[in-house]
T-cell receptor
Framework: SQKIEQNSEALNIQEGKTATLTCNYTNYSPAYLQWYRQDPGRGPVFLLLIRENEKEKRKERLKVTFDTTLKQSLFHITASQPADSATYLCASAPNSGYALNFGKGTSLLVTP | GAVVSQHPSRVICKSGTSVKIECRSLDFQATTMFWYRQFPKQSLMLMATSNEGSKATYEQGVEKDKFLINHASLTLSTLTVTSAHPEDSSFYIC??????????????FGDGTRLSIL
C-alpha cells in the first residue's frame, strides 16, 4: 500500500541549532510533497510544498529537499527557536486526487 | 490568506446525541472539502471527501450513515456525527481546496473540533 512515513516521533534540539526532519514514501511516486506545522489542539498550517522536479525549496529559515532516488524529503529549520516547537507533518496525495495522505508527524522540541 | 473556519471548537455531550460540525471557507470558494479525524499521537486520517452539489465520497471503513456530510454551498460543508458514542470521541478537522487552482496547491485547514462523548 502507498505509505508516507516520518520515522522520528520526537526530536529535541538546542536553540540555535538546525533541526532536520525526515519523510519517506513507499509504493508510489508523489508529484509533490507538502509540509505542515501543527500545534496542540490546532489544525495543520501549511509551510512548504516541493514538486518532484525541484531539488530544494526555501522560505525564510525553512528548507525542504526532495530526493526521488531515495524516496525521501528532508525538512530543515535553521537557527531554531523555542517558538518552532510543534509537530511537523509531511503529506502528499497518493494519486491524482486532492486528498492528502499524512505521515504521523515529528514532534520537535527546541530548548533554550 | 485563505482562511477556513471550523465550528464548534469543542463539544462535550452524552452518548446518543447527534453533533453537527461546520466548516466554512471565509474568503474563497471550495467545491471540494475534506474531513479528517485525528486520535492522540496519531496522524490525520481522511474520512471523506465532500463535494458541493453531489454525494460525499467516504474512505473504506467509515460509515456513511454514521458520519453524514452535506456540502450545500461553495463555502460550507457540515459533518454530522449521528448517535455519537464514546468511541467517536476524537479531533475532527476539515480542510478546503480553493477553486481554480492546480491539484497540487496546498489545502487550508480549520482549527479542528474536539468531540468528547460521555
Amino acid at each position: 500500500s502507498q505509505k508516507i512515513e516520518q520515522n522520528s516521533e520526537a526530536l529535541n534540539i538546542q536553540e540555535g541549532k538546525t533541526a532536520t526532519l525526515t519523510c519517506n514514501y513507499t509504493n508510489y511516486s508523489p508529484a509533490y510533497l507538502q509540509w505542515y506545522r501543527q500545534d496542540p489542539g490546532r489544525g495543520p498550517v501549511f509551510l512548504l510544498l516541493i514538486r518532484e522536479n525541484e531539488k530544494e525549496k526555501r522560505k525564510e529559515r525553512l528548507k525542504v529537499t526532495f530526493d526521488t532516488t531515495l524516496k525521501q524529503s528532508l525538512f530543515h529549520i535553521t537557527a531554531s527557536q523555542p517558538a518552532d516547537s510543534a509537530t511537523y507533518l509531511c503529506a502528499s496525495a497518493p494519486n491524482s486526487g486532492y486528498a492528502l495522505n499524512f505521515g504521523k508527524g515529528t514532534s520537535l522540541l527546541v530548548t533554550p | 490568506g485563505a482562511v477556513v473556519s471550523q465550528h464548534p471548537s469543542r463539544v462535550i455531550c452524552k452518548s446518543g446525541t447527534s453533533v453537527k460540525i461546520e466548516c466554512r471557507s471565509l474568503d474563497f470558494q471550495a467545491t471540494t472539502m475534506f474531513w479528517y479525524r485525528q486520535f492522540p499521537k496519531q496522524s490525520l486520517m481522511l474520512m471523506a471527501t465532500s463535494n458541493e452539489g453531489s454525494k460525499a465520497t467516504y474512505e473504506q471503513g467509515v460509515e456513511k450513515d454514521k458520519f453524514l456530510i452535506n456540502h450545500a454551498s461553495l463555502t460550507l460543508s457540515t459533518l454530522t456525527v449521528t448517535s455519537a458514542h464514546p468511541e467517536d470521541s476524537s479531533f475532527y478537522i476539515c480542510s478546503a481546496r480553493p477553486d481554480g487552482l492546480y491539484s497540487n496547491q496546498p489545502q487550508h485547514f480549520g482549527d479542528g473540533t474536539r468531540l468528547s462523548i460521555l
